[in-house]
């Protein structure tokens, strides 16, 4: 593609909340009134309006004729943009009746506003041909803050339930039940704005929810202890606690308060308002009003004794100051009244009262000073903090102030200050702060550890996507005692969580931020040089300038510094966020960009980043690419990942569904859907699945005449192991595929199939054909010892020498056939085919204590088990297990026997929905474990099952053992025929030339006489 590799952002998806207000019934006001008189009423409105929006730092994104749309959230993300418009709807329905008293007054005009308040995702940016409409907020979240306003009483702001539920508890809100709104598709709760609610802070709003229990902090706790203890001896003292949003600072303070409090200190607690930077001293008022120990509702002479009493007893000298106190407390003294001072006199003085409180010499008691959030601090408090921070030096007090680490403090503390960065909790943390909050039900298992990962110990987020789950059902239950019901994967980001970040994504840089969102595009991590190409930021050093940024804003981090540079995303939160604030257009050009980058920049990796490639380019819309590359990755997952391998052939096929007609489409479609059978007996498929993915494949290679893919359909469906069904119809279906195959004259595909069918005559005891098939199949691939790989086997070559191998042990030439087991080992090694040397190993293992080694065939039997699990296919694991029980059988390992084939026996019918076509082979070893171990009586049915199937279904191979355990299981019983099934056996064996089977027939007729004995 030519051109930039990412097109310039023009909007972005925000969380954000629109508030609507207008004026009721003003139309029919404008009609008997002066056009310019009205004209000079609505701007006065206007303002109104408009002021109280900017108060709050709110947008207004337009005027409507009769009032405006605000949006709270944009382009500055706010953590707490529904709060702010709902205080921002308080004061203009406050202004506005004011407003509205006068005009009344003035010209007898009646009327008033009303006010509609949504929160939600609106895509935010330019709009207008070629962006010139200027910014604003389209989406649906736009038409139903509208709504809410139309269905607004005069007088009154309605909020949705998105509204409410981010202002729950810091407003106090009525509700008012459902209503049907034009446009929504669900009846929406509707709640009206009352009044500010009584939680100041988050903390404030989980204390009301109940608490957590306080996990973890100990070392924090200490640290503050210490503070308090250097503070008492007299030398005054500071703490700053610094960490992210959510980690925790408040919760700590508030726990050291009240750790404080029961040992009869006193602590003043104050805080800075995110929406109060345009409200001067509130943190310094409030702190007053604690130390004062006024409550709201105390009168004002109350609180002018209070004060006065107070101030007096700590140092006389006060007295002067007094009626700076009252007046900054709002409380003036009628009978002394404050001289006319400067603004900034008044400030100086103001600050001076505070330190002479702190450092007043008959202050006796220590005392704690707790400012929280200074991240929010208006400029006065500020200057006021830094030089009551100084003042403490020599005094008993301790002052512990908290921040986010973007406040930079412009003060330097008094000497003995320290500051903590609070770290968020550990896993152990974590698991207790979860046990807490959803219990220690089983299916709880994992949740901690799900959750610590996702959040990276945040106890707020915990807090809040433990919320969520059981909002949307996943927990059922009560707090502390939860059951999951559902999954967790797939649960979002909770728009509480979303906002916080949010926020803090838009405080980076424009260039910081694009990189960011960037890199959420690329992945959890992503190389700098992909980053460099993916990110769209040419100019010299912009990129690094931007990379810096980021990394220093604690939002990416180095993983890896070599072989090369590689960025991480330090929360996966917060990736979640970038990524979701872009539009979809822009995230579709990042990630196309992004795989062309993972390709130029990794040619010697294709393979192995092949399924990354692939999902880039289906996220970026290149869906041949995405095919192309799918059916790479499943190659290269091949026998090795079978699931993997599966799931890529299943994207493939949806993927070249979408493509247009032609050559490369069919051959994607059939490839795709036969690699899928391949994969059916080896993992189990549903039939009708199976059966659709083989109509469909023979419809297409038909009609495109592909004759090779016809012959690998048969012998994929017709031909494959893994059903219940007689032997010679197995038989003549392989060599029907047999002759297809040779018909086609494809090299690959003839040795393929051919070796394959060798497992069938293996199964009904035709052991010269093995031999036979499996002769032309190392001649034909003569050197070519890759021949057919990958086909249906990895390497047929190794399969082929197997299968000798298994002829040689029938014959009972047992040094033969464990060197050809050997040398297909070796072959099955070299050429890549784990699943070969699985199966070998297997028949190693039995052959080895057949051969009177039973210690190492064990040992054999258990690697193979091992590393047969790695491989993840039913079909190698349960007979990895088949082996292993038949080697612990000879080990006289009964009970471990018995387990292996059962849990053997679960996986296969589990996975396939039948038995298969070695189920008698399995039954047969069950009814001889349990013989063994005195369950006679259970093995009896199983016994006669195993014998019948094998005899009704012409599987010869298994017959022998199977009539042998009937033998030993009759002999076990007391019952007749003991002699029958062993004749049988015999004359079974001796049909199939199976020597090893009848010395082994007659090994147990001695057995069994010498026992009847
Ligand atoms: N150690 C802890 N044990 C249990 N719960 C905790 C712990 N620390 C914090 N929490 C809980 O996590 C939530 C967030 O904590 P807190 O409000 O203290 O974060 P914060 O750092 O002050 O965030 P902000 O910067 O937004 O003010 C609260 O509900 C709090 O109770
Ligand atoms: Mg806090």
């Known amino acids: 593609m030519s051109g930039p590799d990412r097109i310039e952002s023009d909007g972005e998806r925000k969380q954000v909340t629109v508030l609507f207000a207008d004026v009721k019934g003003s139309m029919d006001l404008a009609e008997g009134q002066d056009p310019e008189q009205w004209r000079e009423i609505m701007q006065g409105f206007f303002s109104i309006l408009a002021d109280d929006v900017h108060r709050f730092e709110g947008t207004v994104d337009k005027f409507t ?87 607004a009483e005069p007088g009154k702001a309605y909020l949705t339930e998105a509204a409410a539920e981010l202002a729950q508890g810091f407003l106090e809100l009525e509700d008012l039940g459902e209503f049907e709104i034009k446009g929504a598709s669900r009846p929406v709760r509707v709640f009206e704005l009352a009044d500010v609610g009584a939680a100041r802070s988050r903390l404030d709003l989980s204390r009301e929810r109940g608490f957590s229990s306080f996990v973890g902090r100990e070392q924090e706790m200490e640290t503050l202890v210490a503070g308090l203890d250097r503070a008492r001896a007299g030398e005054g003292a500071a703490v700053g606690i610094v960490a992210e949003a959510g980690v925790g600072k408040s919760r700590l303070c508030h726990e050291f308060a009240e ?312 929360h996966p939160l917060t990736r979640e966020v970038a990524y979701g604030s872009q539009l979809a257009e822009q995230r579709r050009t990042t990630h196309a960009a992004t795989a062309r980058a993972t390709i130029e920049l990794n040619p010697e990796r294709h393979d192995e980043l092949a399924a990354l490639i692939a999902d880039h380019m289906e996220e970026g819309g290149e869906t041949l690419e995405a095919a192309r590359w799918s059916a790479r990755a499943a190659y290269w997952a091949g026998h090795s990942q079978p699931r993997e391998a599966m799931r890529l052939w299943r994207r493939a096929m949806s993927l070249a569904g979408e493509l247009e007609d032609g050559e490369e489409k069919a051959a994607l479609e059939v490839t795709s859907r036969l690699r899928q059978l391949d994969y059916a007996w080896r993992l189990g498929m549903d039939a009708s699945e199976e059966a659709e993915l083989a109509r469909e494949a023979e419809e297409i290679a038909s009609r495109t005449g592909d004759l090779r893919s016809l012959a690998l359909l048969r012998a994929l469906s ?50 010269d054909g093995v031999e036979r098939i499996s002769r032309e199949v190392v001649d034909l691939a003569g050197d070519d010892l890759d021949a057919g790989a990958g086909i249906i086997v990895g390497c047929p070559v190794a399969w082929a020498v197997m299968c000798t191998a298994m002829c040689s042990r029938e014959r009972d030439e047992l040094e ?152 030993e299981v009759r002999a076990a019983r007391g019952r007749d025929g003991v002699a029958e099934a062993l004749d049988e056996a015999a004359a079974v064996a001796g049909r199939t030339g199976s020597l090893l089977s009848l010395r082994e027939v007659e090994m147990t007729r001695e057995r069994l006489a010498a026992g009847a004995r």
């Not at 895509?123 to 962006?131: K, L, P, R, S």
């Not at 119809?729 to 002759?739: D, F, H, I, P, Q």
């Open 259 to 570: 750790r404080c409090r029961a040992e009869g200190i006193e602590v003043f607690e104050a805080q800075a308002q995110s929406h109060g930077r345009g409200i001067p001293f509130m943190p310094v008022l409030q702190m007053l009003r604690a130390y004062f120990g006024i409550a709201d509702a105390d009168p004002e002479r109350i609180v002018r004794e209070k004060v006065a009493g107070r101030a007096l007893l700590l140092d006389p000298g006060l007295a002067d100051d007094l009626p700076l106190l009252f007046d900054f407390l709002g409380v003036p003294d009628p009978a002394r009244p404050l001289p006319q001072l400067s603004a900034e006199a008044r400030q100086r003085a103001l600050r001076g009262v505070v330190c002479k409180l702190v450092g007043a010499p008959q202050r006796r008691e220590p005392a704690v000073l707790v400012v929280e959030d200074l991240h929010w601090i208006d400029e006065g408090s500020e200057t006021l903090l830094g030089e009551l921070l100084s003042a403490v030096e020599g005094t008993q007090t301790l002052v512990v102030v908290n921040f986010r680490p973007e406040y930079e403090p412009g003060w330097s503390g008094p000497p003995d200050y320290h500051e903590l960065a609070l770290q968020p909790l550990g896993p152990q943390d974590t698991q207790d702060l979860v046990r807490d909050l959803a219990g220690g039900d089983p299916s709880l298992d994992g949740l901690a550890e799900h959750l610590h990962e996702r959040t990276s110990g945040n106890p707020f987020f915990i807090e809040e996507i433990v919320r969520e789950l059981v909002e949307a059902g996943h927990l059922n239950g009560e707090r502390g005692a939860y059951r999951l019901v559902r999954p967790v994967e797939e649960i979002g980001v909770p728009v509480t969580v979303q906002a916080v970040l949010a926020a803090r994504i838009d405080r980076l840089e424009a260039d910081a931020k694009q990189l960011v969102q960037a890199a959420s595009v690329a992945g959890k991590e992503v190389s700098e040089e992909t980053l460099t190409r993916i990110a769209g930021l040419s100019g010299d050093g912009r990129c690094e300038a931007a990379l810096r940024e980021a990394i220093a804003a604690g939002f990416l981090y180095e993983a890896e510094l070599y072989p090369e540079r590689v960025l991480a995303f330090r």
């Open 65 to 151: 004729g009769d009032g405006i749309m605000a949006v709270f959230g944009a382009p500055i993300a706010h953590e707490d943009h529904a709060r702010r418009a709902c205080y921002a709807a308080l004061k203009m329905l406050d202004d506005i009746a004011g407003y509205a008293r006068e005009l009344r007054r003035r010209h007898g005009l009646n009327f008033s506003a009303r006010i509609g308040i949504n929160s939600g995702e609106v895509i935010a940016g330019a709009i207008g041909a070629e962006g010139d409409g200027g910014y604003t907020a389209v989406g649906h979240t736009v038409g139903l803050a509208q709504r809410m306003e139309a269905l």
């Open 816 to 967: 033969a056939a464990a060197e050809r087991f050997e040398r297909a080992l070796a072959l099955a090694g070299d050429h890549g085919d784990p699943e070969t040397a699985s199966w070998t190993r297997g028949n190693l293992a039995t052959l080895t204590a057949v051969r009177g080694d039973v210690e190492a065939g064990l040992a054999t039997a258990r690697r193979n088990r091992e590393l047969t699990e790695r491989l993840g296919d039913v079909f190698s694991r349960s007979l990895s297990l088949v082996s292993l029980a038949t080697v612990q059988l000879a080990a006289g390992e009964s009970a471990a026997a018995l387990d292996a084939l059962e849990e053997a026996e679960q996986l296969y019918r589990g996975a396939m929905g039948n038995g298969g076509e070695v189920g008698s082979w399995r039954a047969a070893l069950r009814a001889e474990a349990l013989c063994d171990l005195g369950r006679a009586g259970e093995a009896l049915d199983l016994a006669e099952w195993a014998a019948g199937s094998a005899r009704e279904n012409g599987m010869l191979w298994p017959l022998p053992r199977a009539l042998r355990a009937l033998a």
């Open 718 to 767: 017709a031909g494959r192991p893994g059903r219940e069904r007689r032997g010679e119809e197995w038989v003549a279906a392989t060599e029907e595929v047999c002759r297809l195959a040779d018909e086609s004259g494809d090299h690959h595909l003839r040795v393929a199939i051919h070796a394959a069918t060798t497992y069938a005559h293996i199964c009904v005891g035709d052991f």
